[in-house]
């Protein structure tokens, strides 16, 4: 298994371009995360989804959009990008269930992106 | 609304000691509790997954206690080595996270 897969790894954009970052996972998990890191920072949940079709703001949702239109993909979306924006990006997915007991939660190795 | 803190933020120690890190949750309703390291630069790697319907779980010379009901976790390292430095995170089943205690040991 793959686990989860993000790219791009590395990304400069410029203020006012928009760009998607990636993230795939092929263990069927229902529950998906995006998460920004500033340095020396703790994570923060940008958005969340339960399952296809369903996503929910976390902390810091301003500025990025969402889709979950399958349960392996679940894209993140900039418009408009802001220097506010540089930060590492994590993905994540999880199957929390009380049946299953392969519940670990698995992360990306995560996207550099800087914005000029 | 589930927050997560841990005690102590960060920890500088020699090689060798024992150590305990600990972490609590607001909402006790959780599945299951994870602990992962984060080295610098780099992403998260899990270390132990407690299920809710366990008290512990060991992985080598790492022990992760979970008490469900008074809603915390402890993390225990034993003989710690310079390896272990990074930062420890724990998060109930939803990944909410807490900012994590950050372990320096020196030689």
């Known amino acids: 298994n793959a686990g989860v897969t993000q790219t791009p790894k590395f990304r400069i954009l410029k203020i006012g371009q928009s760009m998607t970052l990636q993230c795939t996972q092929d263990?069927?998990?229902?529950?998906m995360y995006w998460y920004r890191q500033d340095p020396g920072m703790g994570l923060k949940l940008i958005y969340y989804s339960v399952g296809a079709g369903i996503t929910d703001k976390g902390e810091v949702p301003n500025g990025y959009n969402v889709s979950r239109s399958t349960t392996e993909d679940f894209p993140l979306r900039l418009e408009l990008a802001a220097p506010s924006q540089t930060s590492v990006y994590f993905c994540?997915?999880?199957?929390?269930?009380?049946?299953?007991?392969?519940?670990?939660?698995?992360f990306g190795q995560g996207t550099r992106l800087t914005v000029v | 609304k589930q927050e997560v803190t841990q005690i102590p933020a960060a920890l500088s120690v020699p090689e060798g000691e024992n150590l305990v890190l600990n972490c609590s949750f607001t909402d006790s309703a959780i599945y299951n509790l994870q602990w992962f390291r984060q080295d610098p630069g780099k992403g998260l790697t899990s270390l132990l997954l407690?299920?809710?319907?366990?008290r512990e779980q060991t992985s080598g010379r790492l022990n992760a206690s979970l008490d469900k009901s008074s809603g915390r976790s402890t993390l225990y390292i034993a003989a710690s080595q310079p390896g272990d430095s990074a930062t420890y995170l724990c998060?109930?089943?939803?990944?909410?996270f807490g900012t994590g205690t950050r372990l320096q040991v020196f030689p």
């Open positions: 407690i299920q809710s319907s366990q």
């Open positions: 994540a997915s999880s199957y929390p269930s009380r049946q299953r007991q392969d519940t670990e939660a698995f």
């Open positions: 263990m069927n998990h229902n529950y």
């Open positions: 998060a109930p089943d939803k990944l909410i």
